[in-house]
Antibody, heavy 123, light 112 residues
Framework: EVQLLESGGDLVQRGGSLRLSCAAS????????MNWVRQAPGKGLEWVSV????????YYGDSVEGRFTISRDNSKNTLHLQMNSLRAEDAAVYYC????????????????WGQGTTVTVSS | QSVLTQPPSVSAAPGQTVTISCSGT????????VSWYQHLPGAAPKLLIY???KRPSGIPDRFSGSKSGASATLGITGLQTGDEAVYYC?????????????FGGGTKLTVL
């Protein structure tokens, strides 16, 4: 069974840092681009970042560019999101989501999502 | 303000049919594949439709998708109470890169 399990969400102070992880199982991890998508309280889904299957290509949403870094360890089937300079508006449930192909693309959709991990930012 | 525009809410009675629209531009929906997601409270979002009109295995044919120009539509027939959820459309924003996803603001479906 294909599964994604996020971890690392926590309460963090404004300006602080946090590292989220997503453990993947049930599929060939390196063959799929991986995304982070978040949902702030009372808001809709917001795409955060994507990394290609090899890890060689990364893209970020405007609101996190320069503060967040996506990475992956294909030997451990794990996706990461390093979050720095956290702001109140970064508070959200963060989901990892599997792309259909190794290259980032809308084709195939985001077929599998994790249950999410919650990031709370305090002042 | 979301890049893709969806109605905030729709409602219909059990057994009826509902459609949810998703409007974009030529740089997103107009030139990319659209997918649809069902999001129940406290659950992971679930892929319902990909590549405009394809259903993943296990998704009933009550769910359908279509695209015309810079707009897409999700249709749900034979509404059930279990269909109550928030539905999102998503696609790429070509003006940035094929990897940049954009989502609609979500449509809350109420089954009366």
């Amino acid at each position: 069974e294909v599964q994604l399990l996020e971890s690392g969400g926590d309460l963090v102070q404004r300006g602080g840092s946090l590292r989220l992880s997503c453990a993947a199982s049930g599929f060939t991890f390196r063959d799929h681009a991986m995304n982070w998508v978040r949902q702030a309280p009372g808001k809709g889904l917001e795409w955060v970042s994507v990394i290609s299957g090899s890890g060689g290509r990364t893209y970020y949403g405007d609101s996190v560019e320069g503060r967040f870094t996506i990475s992956r360890d294909n030997s451990k089937n794990t996706l990461h999101l390093q979050m720095n300079s956290l702001r109140a508006e970064d508070a959200a449930v963060y989901y990892c989501a599997k792309g259909e192909f190794a290259v980032p693309a809308a084709m195939g959709g985001l077929g599998v999502w994790g249950q999410g991990t919650t990031v709370t930012v305090s002042s | 303000q979301s890049v893709l525009t969806q109605p905030p809410s729709v409602s219909a009675a059990p057994g009826q049919t509902v459609t949810i629209s998703c409007s974009g531009t030529s740089s997103n929906i107009g030139n990319n594949y659209v997918s649809w997601y069902q999001h129940l409270p406290g659950a992971a979002p679930k892929l319902l439709i990909y590549d405009n009109d394809k259903r993943p295995s296990g998704i009933p044919d009550r769910f359908s998708g279509s695209k015309s120009g810079a707009s897409a539509t999700l249709g749900i027939t034979g509404l059930q109470t279990g269909d109550e959820a928030v539905y999102y459309c998503g696609t790429s924003e070509s003006s940035l890169s094929a990897g940049h996803w954009v989502f609609g603001g979500g449509t809350k479906l109420t089954v009366l």
